[in-house]
């Protein structure tokens, strides 16, 4: 395994995880769940050999959680959680992750693009 890849899939990873402690109160880090660990996401990437698809495997990991327990509870007068913004931030983020290109990727963006200039005649001394 190139050892840039998997710098750049930790990298990745990390700012999901920073994007999640923002915008995921419910998954923030406890003593039952801590923080995902730096090998267990190199042994996605030898894995899954894409930045991209361990970012994506993490935060689908992530949203089935949340969506596993009730999305609202209200005690009356008391408190009121909700979890279906958190539930809808992970799945943008997904779907912005699917549409740009990992670190790892090759881009592919097509550079065959065939121009011409119009050159205007001067006058000579």
């Known amino acids: 395994m190139r050892r840039g890849a ?30 995902t660990d730096p ?3 190199i042994s996605r990437y030898e894995r899954l050999r894409s930045a991209k698809a361990v970012a994506l495997e993490v935060l689908h990991e992530r949203l089935a959680v949340l969506v596993a327990e009730p999305l ?14 958190n539930v809808t931030a992970l799945e943008r983020r997904a779907a912005q992750i699917n549409d740009e290109t990992a670190p790892d990727e090759q881009s592919t963006a097509v550079h065959d693009v065939l121009t011409t200039v119009q050159l205007c005649a001067r006058r000579r001394r």
């Open 6 to 35: 998997a710098d750049s899939a930790l990298l990745l990873a990390a700012t999901f995880e920073d994007l999640c402690e923002q915008r995921c109160t419910a998954l923030a880090p406890s003593p039952a769940r801590p923080d």
């Open 39 to 41: 090998n267990d996401l």
């Open 72 to 85: 609202k509870v209200t005690v009356n007068g008391v408190a009121t959680i909700d979890n279906s913004a």
